[in-house]
């Protein structure tokens, strides 16, 4: 449907003062937000903002404490995500919600409410749906044998597919490569020319610019300001830039103005972050290393890799491709069936994990909750886990809490770690908060080389950013680094060099420049696309 003709119709959805409390959080206080048919509304915030709580409210997760919500100019209810689902309201979430056993045809016809399955009227209803958003779809493909970007498309058909005529997309994408968000670009122009109100949830700036018609910025529970489709269309891209910044840090703009994420120019953010790989003593090296994978987690098949000193080697690739098995085989923390992990240049395949930490060897795992952290232990206590036993933090084998407690607060300072107490309770902490406890514990005690797995995932961008500085600030002081993200982004700016891990085996490895997203990309989509 035309802009015009989307104009004069009462918008798709109304949100009017919604408020939602939660013990000791304002998430949303009198939030109110219009989102018209046939138009791409954007919603930016930090981690916190209240993103996540306004889309819950409007799928029908949660319910607000006070307010109202209006589809067409008519009040309603949401009470339940199957209510949503009937209001016309369709989410696609950051992590796929299909059935990875079943084909794609089998996926769009849960929930049918007919006891017969017409799978011919299906499979015609999924090419007319494919046709009008300009996608090619294998009726009969296994879901969980699709590339990311693949899978995200079939989310969209479903969420049509029960009738939503309003889509919320929650950070779609996270986590597909260049041409996975070209994909998805095109699909969104396809839904505004067939009327569909879209909700496109993002934290980068440059993609809120690219793909949104109104774009409303969140900011500690609050809407901070709203930009028209008007001064989208008429300002300059560093005057747009501007005010989005001001909008979501306020008197914190300065500390994160040069953050990758809020660029606009992806190519410039290639060639100043670009790191030519170190010449110097090779730290870290993997000579065709295998090991089995953990469920349905894939393992790695010889995988070869060389990290020097004072370099950052990136591993790219869609989750669930062997990056957990290739962190733990480095880390020790799981046997190598083939091949030989080196450090300095000797075998350490037969050393323990501790054996390995003794040596320098440090890993930053992604599951900061389940196993990076005791949740029951206080914060100081956390930062020593790996040392137990060992002076001066243990004496006739009882723990120095006056010691301990001196060197930990010297470390919440200098990680900036919010925390009321050195006793609190590790696992009432922030995930930022966390995730600098992590790097104070890892990194405190002379690393030589460091496995960071998903650094900065779910982090805020002020977070994120003091991650990364401490990284960079890292591999300065000479250690040898590796980072495993699914954020490409993070990538190109850390690292001199970008390996593709797919389905367990190095597709290839990338120098960092102005054509590298384009090359790690076509790596990623050349072997883990379905055919």
């Known amino acids: 449907m035309a802009g015009t003709q989307a104009a004069e119709r009462a918008p798709a959805v109304e949100l009017i003062d919604i408020t939602k409390r939660f013990p000791g959080v304002l998430a949303n206080d009198q939030v109110s937000l219009t989102v018209r048919h046939g138009e791409v509304h954007c919603l930016l915030g930090e981690n916190g903002a209240g993103k996540s709580t306004l889309i819950s409210i409007l799928s029908g997760m949660l319910r607000p404490d006070s307010g109202s919500i209006r589809m067409d100019g008519a009040e309603v209810a949401i009470r339940s995500p199957k209510n949503a689902l009937r209001l016309g309201i369709g989410t696609v979430y950051q992590h796929s919600t299909l059935i990875p056993a079943l084909t794609v045809l089998e996926n769009l016809m849960l929930g049918a409410r007919s006891l017969r399955l017409d799978r011919d009227g299906a499979r ?3 090419a007319e749906m494919a046709a009008m958003l300009g996608i ?3 009726p009969e493909a296994r879901t969980g044998d699709l590339a990311l970007g693949r899978q995200q ?4 058909i479903s969420a049509l597919w029960r009738g939503s005529r309003v889509l ?3 950070e779609p994408t996270s986590m597909l490569t260049p041409q996975g968000v070209e994909e998805l670009q095109k699909v969104l122009r396809r839904l505004k020319e067939q009327g569909t109100a879209v909700v496109f949830i993002t934290h980068k700036l440059h993609e809120a610019l690219a793909v949104g018609d109104r774009v409303s910025i969140l900011r500690r529970g609050r809407l901070a300001g709203a930009l028209s489709s008007e001064q989208l269309a008429s300002a300059s891209t560093e005057d747009l830039r501007a005010t989005i910044i001001r909008l979501m840090f306020g008197e914190e703009t300065a500390e994160v103005a040069g953050a990758p994420e809020l660029t606009t120019d992806l190519t410039a953010v290639e060639e100043e972050h670009s790191v030519p790989a170190a010449e110097g003593d ?10 089995r994978g953990e469920g349905t987690e894939p393992g790695i098949e010889e995988v070869s890799l060389r990290v020097s000193r004072g370099e950052i080697v990136g591993v790219a ?4 491709n062997g990056q957990r098995a290739l962190a733990e085989a480095i880390a020790g923390q799981r046997r190598v069936t083939s091949g030989t992990v080196e450090l300095f240049g000797v075998a350490v395949n037969r050393l323990s994990v501790s054996a390995r930490q003794r040596l320098g060897l440090r890993y930053l795992t992604d599951d900061r ?3 990076g952290i005791v949740g029951n232990l206080g914060v100081s206590l956390n930062m020593f886990l790996k040392r137990i036993g060992e002076p001066p933090f243990w ?3 009882r723990i120095d809490r006056r010691r301990v407690n001196a060197e930990a607060s010297g470390l919440v300072k200098a990680f900036d770690i919010r925390t009321p107490r050195l006793d609190a309770r590790a696992g009432t902490l922030s995930g930022g908060n966390v995730q600098k406890l992590l790097l104070a514990r890892e990194l405190s005690f002379d690393p030589k080389v460091v496995v960071f797995h998903k650094p900065t995932y779910g982090l805020d961008l002020k977070t994120t950013e003091h991650v990364r500085a401490v990284i960079r600030d890292l591999v300065g002081k000479g250690a040898a680094v590796v980072v495993v993200s699914t954020d490409l982004d993070e990538l190109i700016e850390l690292c001199g060099r970008i390996a593709v891990l797919s389905r367990g085996r190095l597709a290839g490895i990338v120098d960092n420049g102005p054509h590298a997203v384009d090359q790690v990309g076509s790596l990623m989509i050349g072997t883990t696309e379905a055919a």
């Open 317 to 320: 690739g869609m989750d669930g």
């Open 282 to 291: 090779i730290y870290l090296e993997l000579k065709s290393v295998s090991a």
């Open 168 to 170: 919320v997309l929650d």
């Open 369 to 371: 909750l389940g196993e």
């Open 395 to 397: 004496r006739w084998g």
């Open 153 to 156: 498309q079939v989310e969209i």
């Open 124 to 126: 015609k209803r999924l």
């Open 136 to 138: 090619d779809v294998d």
